[in-house]
């Protein structure tokens, strides 16, 4: 069956830096969009940045634009976050998710997988 495992989250200091990582199986991975979500206490999950097949196309939200980098590695079946310039506000779960439509979409409604997410939390 289909699995997203993320890790690499933790505690950072605001200003420092973090890579998540999305190890993905059970799918053809280069045929998949993937994307980051996260989702903060009381808060409505939220599109972080997404990435094309090819990882030619990138997507960013206005939030971490600048700060943050999707990249992938489809022969290592992998997606990444690097994440500078933290800010407490950065604080969330993050996770990982995976679609196969035409498009890359911030619709979270519009992704098929999804992993566990891990923890980021950003001190101040």
């Known amino acids: 069956q289909v699995q997203l495992v993320e890790s690499g989250g933790g505690l950072v200091q605001a200003g420092g830096s973090l890579r998540v990582s999305c190890a993905a199986s059970?799918?053809?991975?280069?045929?998949?969009?993937m994307a980051w979500f996260r989702q903060a206490p009381g808060k409505e999950r939220e599109f972080v940045a997404g990435?094309?097949?090819?990882?030619?196309?990138?997507s960013y939200a206005d939030a971490v634009k600048g700060r943050f980098t999707i990249s992938r590695d489809n022969a290592r079946n992998t997606v990444y976050l690097q994440m500078n310039s933290l800010k407490p506000e950065d604080t969330a779960v993050y996770y990982c998710?995976?679609?196969?439509?035409?498009?890359?979409?911030?619709?979270?409604?519009?992704?098929?997988?999804w992993g566990q997410g891990t923890q980021v939390t950003v001190s101040s």
């Open positions: 998710a995976a679609q196969i439509r035409i498009v890359l979409t911030t619709e979270a409604a519009k992704y098929d997988y």
């Open positions: 059970g799918l053809t991975f280069s045929t998949y969009i």
């Open positions: 990435i094309s097949r090819s990882g030619g196309s990138t």
